[in-house]
Every structure is written in structure tokens, then in C-alpha cells.
């Protein structure tokens, strides 16, 4: 296979395979020679950062040295300031943690905290005996600390800026009221994108603000989406069309010098998808980040789905935050994870929403049917539930929707509680191996 092969550790090597440590050992300790160390270009890749893998497999993305540069001005950017002291949980092998969080306290030059697994138990003890000023989350971070009991480190803490990304707006409210004042800053960026959002203005829900001026430094449209091919919809001569206020769309932002797309390591079919042809003029070329947002008749914008997440389901589009935002309100709920999951027969695929309940609450049956039939419309409803300890996530904190979904809701499969929706009776129902074949062999109505 043509392959260079070493190892580290003291057992005897196989004929082929040499010994790591003792030719590090034998290097030279002196400096790299520049012409192996000095980038040809700023545009020459950096370093490679995997993308978390929320939809598929997991890609090395390309980092520019421009965009680790850009990546310094992070902090300075949020109004924090060299005398700040910052927490830092998220892993460093991600775009989060290592360049906005460590390349960004270098480039103004502030002390930053290390925590090497995040703990909600001991995040305000850690805040308090560190003087912590700001703090940077991801994902449903902050949703872990208000599920937290109450304890008196989390009063007369010195924490004013907590920045980040994935912030739902009702963890967001529960969040301010409980450990505030401080500011809450949401951002929207990718890993390998070229666009990102800053709420400047502390809007709850909100990512960021479309207003002209921002437009015009960082450039970037929403187009209107079809869910069923899971493509752009394009009109009659081929071009994309701009979605109208209030209208959710997919976020798009023009590929240039100035915000180019370095793509992944390896094939370049790996970046199939992530670039749009011909979007708004024949050959303009455009990056695809797969998130649908929203832009309100204010310009602010708020994430609304996952291209990849949103499913159809009776000839409507179902937004899978939507619906988990709405279940979250009932007061035994603590976590809510909405997919799609496919039912032999039908077309499109049928929501199913795992659940975890909030101590010392029990799950009520009745109350969840009557909420859910009260506040979302029908083709939105959950058809299955199931009931878990705890929902997985990925290392960044990011529900996993995709494997979920090929889980399934087989009662035999699987370890969990799992409930059907009985339409017909207006209640959701235990779902057993015999209601189970019902609903295959079309008997059970869903």
C-alpha cells in the first residue's frame, strides 16, 4: 500500500514499522527551517479543524492563517477586555475552544480559565474561586446549568458577558433572570463558513441583525428552501429567490477573496453541497452553510432549523426547534430532542420527540396531548415519544438528531419507554409489540 508506518511504546516492533520516540529523539532540537515552517500565503492552510459531525461523519476542515488572525479579534469584537478572566469548558479540538476561545484571549491578551470536562455541579465554585468575568458556552451548555439546584455560589458571582452559540431563547430568558445581570452575546459561525453573526444588540433569540451596514462588510442572503429535494428552489431561470420577511431560508454568503472556502482535507467531493452555482447571476458561486434562519420585518435573525433536521410530514414542513421549544414549556420536561423518523406506508417522515424528565416530576400522559393539540398545529404533533435518562449529545454539546432517527421507535429494539399517539382516542399510548404491528400492517392511525 505504499505505507510509512511507526510506533510509540515499549513493545517489540514488527518488521517495517519503526520507532517513533527514538527517531524524535534523534532529531535535531533546533528550530524548523523556514522554508518548511513559513506559509507560501496567508489563504495556506494552518490547520485542520474536524467539523463535529452532527449530520454524518466528521470532515477536517481547512483553517487559513487569515482566519486564525481574524480569530484574535474575537474577544475584542464581544467587548471584553485584557483585564477579564475567562472560563473555558469547550473542547480544544473544536473551532469554539480553541480559536475564539484560547487565539481569541491572546489577541487581548487576557487570562483564560481551563476546565478539562465541563461540570454544571461545579461551574459557579469555579467562577467564584477564579474571579471569572466572562464565559464562553455552546450548545445546550447553559440549559444544563438552569436545570442545576439552586447553591450559593451562583450568587454574587462576578460573571457580566456570557458569549457563545446554540442558545434556545427560553433557556436564554431562565438563564438571565436566575444568574443575572449579566449580558448574553449569541453568535452564529461555522467551522469551515465564511460568514458569521454577532446580536450586538442582546435581542433574545437572535443570532444577529441583517441591517445594511453589516450586509455590506460581511455579505450573505437567505433563499427560499425546499425540503423536499432538499434543494434551493430556483425559478424559471434558474436563479434563487430571496426570502421575504418572516420567511424561514437558507443562509447563503457569496465565496470571494475577501471570504473565501478552503473545504476539507481529502476528496473534493467532500464538498459537494457546501457550494451553490449561479445563486442570484450566471456564475456567482456561493457557500451553503445547510442552516435555515429567519429574518423578522426588525432584520434581526434568528436560527430556525438544520436543513437536514426540518422533515416533511402531511405535505407541511416541520421545524424540529419549533416543535422542542414548545414541548419545553411544560414544567416536568427538562430536555426535549425533536427528529423525523421513517414509517413504513407513509411518505415524508413522522415526528418523534425523546424526552427527559425534570425531577421529581412523572410523566403526565394527559397534560402532554392536551398542551401539544393546544399550541402546534396537527401535522406537527409528535407521533412517537420516548422517554429517557439523559439525551445524547456530541462533544460540542449539540443534540444528535441523525442518530436518533435511524433508532427508530421498534418497542423490541429499544430499552426505553416509548409512547404512540392514538389520534382516533386523542391520547398517547404505551407503544407495545402489538400496537407496534398494528401500526405496520396499517391497522393503527397515526
Known sequence: ????????????????IRDLLAEVSAQVDAPVPGYLSAPQSIMDTCLYIFTSGTTGLPKAARISHLKVLQCQGFYQLCGAHQEDVIYLALPLYHMSGSLL?????????????????????????????NRVTVFQYIGELCR?????PPNQAERGHRVRLAVGSGLRPDTWERFVRRFGPLQVLETYGLTEGNVATFNYTGQRGAVGRASWLYKHVFPFSLIRYDVTTGEPFRDTRGHCVATSAGEPGLLVAPVSQQSPFLGYAGKPELAQGKLLKDVFRPGDLFFNTGDLLVCDDQGFLRFHDRTGDTFRWKGENVATTEVAEALEALDFLQEVNVYGVTVPGHEGRAGMAALVLRPPHSLDLGQLYAYVSEHLPPYAWPRFLRLQESLATTE?????KVRMAKEGFDPSALPDPLYVLDQAGGAYLPLTPARYRALLAGDLRI
Open 1 to 16: 500500500m505504499g505505507l510509512h508506518l511507526w510506533a510509540a511504546g515499549p513493545e517489540a516492533h514488527s518488521a517495517g
Open 101 to 129: 476561545g484560547i487565539v481569541g484571549c491572546l489577541g487581548i491578551g487576557a487570562t483564560v480559565v481551563l476546565k478539562s470536562k465541563f461540570s454544571a455541579g461545579q461551574f459557579w465554585e469555579d467562577c467564584q474561586k
Open 144 to 148: 444544563y446549568l438552569v436545570n442545576q
Open 396 to 400: 460540542t454539546f449539540k443534540q444528535q
